[in-house]
C-alpha cells in the first residue's frame, strides 16, 4: 500500500521558519515529481512548490518564492519543505504529493491538483501574528 506521511507541522511565531517532510512508503517515487499543498479554512486546496526526480527543477507559487525551499532525498524516499519568514497567511493544512507519470513535468502540470496521483494525510502550520 502507498503512503505518504508528513510530518514537522506545528505553531510558530510569525517571521520564523518550519520545515515540513514527507515520508513515503509502498513504491519508490525516485523517478517522480513530488509536490506540497496546503489548504487554509474555507479556501481551496493550492499549490506551493514542487520538485523533479532529480532536483533540478523546483516551481514554486509566487506567495511563497524567496521564502520557501523544497528538497528531496530519494535514498530516503522523502521530500522536504523548509519555510522561513512565516506569514499568518501561511496557516493551513499542508499536503504533501507525488505524481506518477515522469521524471518532470512542466510547469503548469506541476502547479495543477489534478496531475498528483497520491496524497499525504496532511500536517498543521499554524502561524501566529
Known amino acids: 500500500q502507498v503512503q505518504l506521511v508528513e510530518s514537522g507541522g506545528g505553531l510558530v511565531q510569525h517571521g520564523g521558519s518550519l520545515s515540513v517532510s514527507c515520508a513515503a512508503s509502498?513504491?519508490?517515487?525516485?523517478?517522480?515529481?513530488m509536490g506540497w499543498f496546503r489548504q487554509a479554512p474555507g479556501k481551496e486546496r493550492e499549490f506551493v512548490a514542487a520538485?523533479?526526480?532529480?532536483?533540478?527543477?523546483?516551481y514554486y507559487a509566487d506567495s511563497v518564492k524567496g521564502r520557501f525551499t523544497i528538497s528531496r532525498d530519494n535514498a530516503k524516499n522523502t521530500v522536504y519543505l523548509q519555510m522561513n519568514s512565516l506569514k499568518p497567511e501561511d496557516t493551513a493544512v499542508y499536503y504533501c504529493?507525488?505524481?506518477?507519470?515522469?521524471?518532470?513535468?512542466?510547469?503548469?502540470?506541476?502547479?495543477?491538483?489534478?496531475?498528483?496521483?497520491?496524497w499525504g494525510q496532511g500536517t498543521q502550520v499554524t502561524v501566529s501574528s
Open positions: 520538485i523533479s526526480w532529480n532536483g533540478g527543477r523546483r
Open positions: 504529493a507525488a505524481d506518477t507519470r515522469r521524471p518532470f513535468l512542466f510547469t503548469s502540470e506541476a502547479m495543477d491538483i489534478a496531475s498528483y496521483a497520491y
Open positions: 509502498g513504491r519508490t517515487f525516485s523517478r517522480n515529481t
